[in-house]
């Protein structure tokens, strides 16, 4: 009998569904159907831009997408990709192999050429999937397009050693792939396919930024949006993937010679999905992640994604110099809060091993030095504790963060780009919680993020429960990204906003986006200043897969 109800109910669902619900759309693979959905916005959900490859050729570049003649119904069935998912999580999504989508959000217009961006989600390279925001309440002009896509996670994704099998920055030859067809598709849609914006949070906000040094990204993009991400985070670009290879190896129970590369990379390649990815992600000392970008070695039967570590391109100036929307939170470190309690007493004893991964040093003693300075100038010769819990969230807004992001900009603007927007988010409301062991309160990593998009099943009414104050940023925050998308400039001259104008050499403007929206100088100049100095004595450059170890 529960069937039949079941039956029945889902045939008055159809039946209710009139042509006026379903926009068609002929793709270059074939045409698909699109649902409205209740904020009135048509949704393609799950519309294959390409297609991952699988056993041994798991780790190789995306192949192309499938085609089909029948008209595909582009609803949503979870897919993500291979990750480890936990709690009610799991039973809502659907991992698989094959899981390079993208979902395209379209408003309910007749007009062509509407802008578009393209948002990459964050988490860690390690979690996460495309879906996991939409940016509903950012359409309502009904003057843009949004899409956003799966990218291979985790080893799969970021595994780099260098040969034929594991070139390495698979994950990212996804998003390149996702932006062409982007670049083939969208103007089916309605979109302009020479008006899009990138944009990402976190580690999405890292990879859009590497994606600017990438020569295979040139002409899919034309703005940029970074959200408490940098391409010279220590996190960026592995250091050293063969080690990581062999590190990540022995956690998984190979049992073979490490420093044996063939048995390393066989092991890989026959592995599981589910042997590389049961392994929870926990946050590293030195702000680093084992699976992330790489320099790659170019073996003359790949496309190389990154052929020279970020700093150097930066340098050269050989880059994509695009209008940039380029920020972070002001308490970026409220992250590494959860690990505080462990952390605080092992910092205060050996604090050189949370010095950022991208630090080198040419002894011990030099390296403790160093980490003596960094430490005083956070905790002022105090001890790691409750007490200044302030200095432990600041040090890790500035290593994971503030520094990198600023360093980017700097090399951005002397390599001549001179449309650069600057902000820092530091809006807090009394459902803010407070630092622990503090009245303080701050604007945690890619808070700046929930402000301008939707959860993923969020409605336009839900918001009706936040705060007025935040109500109101929301507005705010949406007006200048949405006048950034369409426009160039998050703040045109003829807005009532505060005027906004671009960073340069010579004066250092960046929006300030807290209790007052308002246009400031210098940002953390100190706390730059006193970076430069380690990093310009210090760094630790990237390098690529070596030949001799195969």
């Not at 192309?64 to 897919?79: N, T």
Request: hydrophobic share 35%; net charge negative.
């Amino acid at each position: 009998m529960l069937y039949f109800l079941l039956l029945l109910l889902c045939s008055v669902t159809f039946s209710n569904q009139t042509e006026d619900d379903w926009k068609l759309v002929h793709t270059t693979q074939g045409p698909v159907r699109g649902r409205k959905d209740p904020d009135g916005i048509y949704v393609f959900y799950g519309i294959p831009y390409a297609t991952a490859p699988t056993a041994e050729d798991k780790f190789k570049a995306p192949l192309p997408p499938p085609k089909w003649e029948e008209p595909l119904d582009a609803i949503d069935k979870g897919v993500v990709c291979p990750q480890a998912l936990f709690g009610a999580q799991a039973s809502k999504l659907s991992i698989q192999e094959d899981c390079l989508i993208a979902n395209i959000y379209v408003p309910d217009t007749e007009e062509k050429n509407l802008s578009v961006m393209v948002h990459i989600h964050g988490g860690a390279l390690r979690y996460g999937f495309g879906n996991s925001y939409t940016a509903k309440n950012l359409m309502k002009s009904k003057k843009l397009i949004v899409v956003n896509f799966n990218y291979r996670l985790g080893i799969h994704g970021f595994l780099c050693l260098g040969t034929e099998s594991v070139p390495g920055n698979a994950g990212f030859k996804d998003m390149i792939a996702a932006l062409r067809w982007v670049k083939k598709n969208i103007a089916s849609f309605g979109g302009n396919p020479n008006d899009v914006t990138i944009s990402g949070y976190s580690a999405g906000a890292t990879a859009a930024d590497l994606l600017i040094l990438s020569k295979s990204s040139q002409g899919l993009f034309q703005k940029v949006i970074i959200e408490s991400g940098s391409n010279l985070a220590a996190f960026a670009v592995q250091l050293n993937p063969l080690q990581n290879a062999k590190t990540h190896a022995k956690s998984l129970n190979f049992t073979g010679d490490p420093n044996d590369m063939n048995l390393v990379e066989k092991f890989y390649t026959y592995a599981s999905y589910e042997t590389l990815t049961k392994q929870a992600f926990k946050p590293r000392k030195d702000s680093t992640y084992l699976f992330t970008a790489c320099v790659e070695r170019d073996i003359g039967t790949n496309e190389v994604f990154l052929h020279d570590s970020p700093i150097n391109i930066l340098q050269k100036g050989d880059f994509i110099k695009v209008p940039m929307l380029y920020g972070f939170a002001n308490m970026e470190g409220l992250l590494r809060i959860p690990n505080f309690d462990i952390w605080s007493n092992d910092m205060d004893k050996m604090f050189f091993d949370y010095l950022p991964g991208d630090l080198a040093f040419n002894s011990d003693t030099e390296k403790y030095e160093v980490a003596k300075k960094i430490k005083e100038f956070y905790f002022h010769e105090e001890p790691v504790s409750r007490n200044n819990i302030i200095g432990y969230v600041n040090y890790f807004t500035d290593v994971m963060a503030a520094y990198p992001s600023l360093k980017s900009v700097q090399l951005n603007l002397q390599s001549g780009n001179k449309r650069i927007y600057l902000y820092e988010y530091s809006f807090v409301d009394d459902d803010t919680p407070f630092v622990p062991y503090t009245k303080i309160k701050g604007a945690s990593h890619c808070a700046q993020t929930l402000a301008v998009l939707d959860g993923v099943s969020e409605t336009n009414s839900d918001e009706r429960n936040a705060s007025l104050e935040l109500q109101n940023m929301k507005t705010i925050m949406r007006e200048m990204w949405h006048n950034f998308i369409t426009n160039g400039e998050p703040v045109p001259q003829n807005s009532s906003l505060p005027g906004w104008p671009a960073v340069s050499a010579s004066k250092s403007s960046y929006m300030s986006l807290g209790q007052a929206v308002e246009l400031r100088e210098g940002l953390l100049s100190d706390r730059v200043g006193f970076w430069s100095d380690v990093y310009d004595k210090h760094y630790r450059q990237p390098v690529p897969p070596p030949v001799s170890q195969f």
